[in-house]
């Protein structure tokens, strides 16, 4: 429990980005796009980089995996900079906390981080 409002701290001590707008988003819209997918895996090695991104792996390799990340099965990259970002990484901290399995859909790009896929939305059961 003590990890977990560590973390919950530190996530809500990063700078807010700037211009967010919040928008309503149904679970079937998040899923147009989504093309690598884990189900029910473990989060392990977060990684908290200087330019905001938060880079993870699962222990489960995904489906479907991008070229870009052809060399990263297992590991996904969130944006902490943006509201939607901070969100994920709190969910994140929550499971790998917790030790809750998740399950991670994956956008088929790698936008926040070169060689890795970006995160389209995580599930928690």
Same mark, same amino acid.
């Given at each position: 429990?003590?990890?977990?409002?560590?973390?919950?701290? =530190?996530?809500?001590?990063?700078?807010?980005?700037?211009?967010?707008? *919040?928008?309503? $988003?149904? !679970? @079937?819209?998040?899923?147009?796009?989504?093309?690598?997918? $884990?189900?029910?895996? *473990? $989060?392990?090695?977060?990684?908290?980089?200087?330019?905001?991104?938060?880079?993870?792996?699962?222990?489960?390799?995904?489906?479907? $995996?991008?070229?870009?990340? @052809?060399?990263?099965?297992?590991?996904?990259?969130?944006?902490?900079?943006?509201?939607?970002?901070?969100?994920?990484?709190?969910?994140?901290?929550?499971?790998? @906390?917790?030790?809750?399995?998740?399950? =991670?859909?994956?956008?088929?790009?790698?936008?926040?981080?070169? !060689?890795? *896929?970006? =995160?389209?939305?995580?599930?928690?059961?």
């Amino acid at each position: 429990m003590r990890r977990l409002m560590m973390a919950l701290v =530190v996530l809500f001590a990063l700078p807010a980005a700037s211009q967010e707008k *919040e928008v309503a $988003v149904s !679970d @079937a819209s998040m899923a147009v796009g989504v093309m690598s997918t $884990v189900t029910e895996t *473990e $989060v392990r090695h977060l990684h908290f980089m200087s330019s905001g991104a938060v880079l993870f792996h699962t222990t489960t390799a995904r489906t479907d $995996v991008p070229a870009c990340a @052809a060399g990263q099965t297992t590991r996904w990259a969130i944006d902490a900079n943006t509201a939607a970002g901070k969100a994920q990484l709190a969910g994140l901290l929550a499971a790998h @906390a917790t030790g809750k399995k998740m399950s =991670v859909f994956g956008t088929n790009t790698c936008t926040i981080w070169a !060689d890795t *896929e970006s =995160v389209s939305y995580l599930l928690m059961r």
